[in-house]
Antibody, heavy 116, light 110 residues
């Protein structure tokens, strides 16, 4: 059974940093593009970033480009999102999602709250 | 503003059919396949229709997806009260080099 366990969320002040992690199991992690998708409570889905199997290709939404960095460790079956210069509008639940395009498995989500 | 446009809500009586539209452009739907997701309040999204137009295991055939030009459609036939949820379309946008979603459509069973 595919499992994605998100962690690392919390309360952070504007301008602060946070690192999200996702522990994957139940599938060959190294064979899949992975993504981060976020959702503001009560609002829609927003794709944040994706990373290819060998970390060669990384893509970011314009809203986070230059501030967020996606990475993965295939040996540890783990996905990461380093979030710097956080803004109020980054407040959301962040999901680790198995790709590449049809997102068939989602983590439970981790809440990031940016507030002073 | 979402890159893909969906109606905010649709509704129909039990047993009826609803159609949810997802409108885009040549840089996204026009040249890439569309996936559809279902999300109940307080839960994570679930894949309904994959980018090949197939239903994952366990998804009833009451749900079907199609695409024509720069628009995609999700049909739900034999509507049930348990289908009340939010539905999202998503695809790759070649111009943005990004995955894009619609704003979501809330389905209400009257």
């Amino acid at each position: 059974e595919v499992q994605l366990v998100d962690s690392g969320g919390g309360l952070v002040k504007p301008g602060g940093s946070l690192r999200l992690s996702c522990a994957a199991s139940g599938f060959t992690f190294s064979s899949y593009t992975m993504n981060w998708v976020r959702q503001t409570p009560g609002k829609g889905l927003e794709w944040v970033s994706s990373i290819s199997t060998g970390s060669v290709n990384k893509h970011y939404a314009d809203s986070v480009k230059g501030r967020f960095t996606i990475s993965r460790d295939n040996a540890k079956n783990s996905l990461y999102l380093q979030m710097n210069s956080l803004r109020d509008e980054d407040t959301a639940v962040y999901y680790c999602v198995k790709g590449p395009l049809a997102f068939d498995s989602w983590g439970q989500g981790t809440l990031v709250t940016v507030s002073s | 503003q979402s890159v893909l446009t969906q109606p905010p809500s649709v509704s129909a009586a039990p047993g009826q059919k609803v159609t949810i539209s997802c409108s885009g452009s040549s840089s996204n739907i026009g040249n890439n396949d569309v996936s559809w997701y279902q999300q109940f309040p307080g839960t994570t999204p679930k894949l309904l229709i994959d980018d090949n137009g197939e239903r994952p295991s366990g998804i009833p055939d009451r749900f079907s997806g199609s695409k024509s030009g720069t628009s995609a459609t999700l049909d739900i036939t034999g509507l049930q009260t348990g289908d009340e949820a939010d539905y999202y379309c998503g695809t790759w946008d070649s111009g943005l080099s990004a995955v894009v979603f619609g704003g979501g459509t809330k389905v209400t069973v009257l």
